[in-house]
């Protein structure tokens, strides 16, 4: 089955940089769109960004410029590199599996998420 197992969380302060990574098994990994998404307390889960089978990636607004997502193939594994961090960026950070090639075809498995925090 699906399994994706994210790391990579911590506390940081404000202006610091984080990189998360998931590792992804149970399916060919190479023809599927993966993402990140973050929830913060309150509020709806958002996806943060994401990159297609090809390799094309997009973000939201809120964290262009800031954070870069990358993927190896070679070894089922997802990351997102995190810099300029705000407080507003802590959240629960989830890995996750597009259902092909493309985000818009939605996701349809999360990983169990890891914190990040940062303060200001």
């Known amino acids: 089955q699906v399994q994706l197992v994210e790391s990579g969380g911590g506390s940081v302060q404000a202006g610091g940089s984080l990189r998360l990574s998931c590792a992804a098994s149970?399916?060919?990994?190479?023809?599927?769109?993966m993402g990140w998404f973050r929830q913060a307390p309150g509020k709806e889960r958002e996806l943060v960004s994401s990159?297609?089978?090809?390799?094309?990636?997009s973000y939201a607004d809120s964290v262009k410029g800031r954070f870069t997502i990358s993927r190896d193939n070679a070894k089922n594994s997802l990351y997102l590199q995190m810099n300029s961090l705000k407080p507003e960026d802590s959240a629960m950070y989830y890995c996750?599996?597009?259902?092909?090639?493309?985000?818009?075809?939605?996701?349809?498995?999360w990983g169990q998420g890891t914190q990040v925090t940062v303060s200001s």
């Open positions: 149970g399916y060919t990994y190479n023809i599927y769109c």
């Open positions: 990159i297609s089978g090809g390799g094309a990636t």
């Open positions: 996750a599996r597009g259902r092909g090639w493309f985000s818009s075809s939605g996701f349809d498995n």
